[in-house]
Nanobody, 115 residues
Framework: QVQLVESGGGLVQPGGSLRLSCAAS????????MGWYRQAPGKQRELVAS???????NYADSAKGRFTVSRDNAKNTVYLQMNSLKSEDTAIYYC?????????WGQGTQVTVSS
């Protein structure tokens, strides 16, 4: 079991940037691949980006070229740098293992992109 705490969300204008953080309660090296997910109102939760233990990354088409996922294994933290934000990026963002485990979902962090 692990507790994941997401932070860094907020209100940002279109074209702006945010950096999300996900702090784990224990070492993430043993977890393996970590992912960032999001759920917009009325939509299913989707995987946005993932990063393996060794740093290999993968992105949803909607995130390619704009989002960058990274991890600091020493700090047990995963990051999501989001640039050129669009209104359609508005959602609650969560981190979890990839593939996800139901019992690992945290509260998430709200990202709202609006002028």
């Amino acid at each position: 079991q692990v507790q994941l705490v997401e932070s860094g969300g907020g209100l940002v204008q279109p074209g702006g940037s945010l950096r999300l953080s996900c702090a784990a309660s224990r070492s993430i090296i043993g977890i393996g691949t970590m992912g960032w997910y999001r759920q917009a109102p009325g939509k299913q939760r989707e995987l946005v980006a993932s990063i393996t233990r060794g740093g290999t990354t993968n992105y949803a088409d909607s995130a390619k070229g704009r989002f960058t996922v990274s991890r600091d294994n020493a700090k047990n933290t995963v990051y999501l740098q989001m640039n050129s934000l669009k209104s359609e990026d508005t959602a609650i963002y969560y981190c979890n293992r990839d593939p996800s485990l139901p019992e690992w979902w945290g509260q998430g962090t709200q990202v709202t992109v609006s002028s």
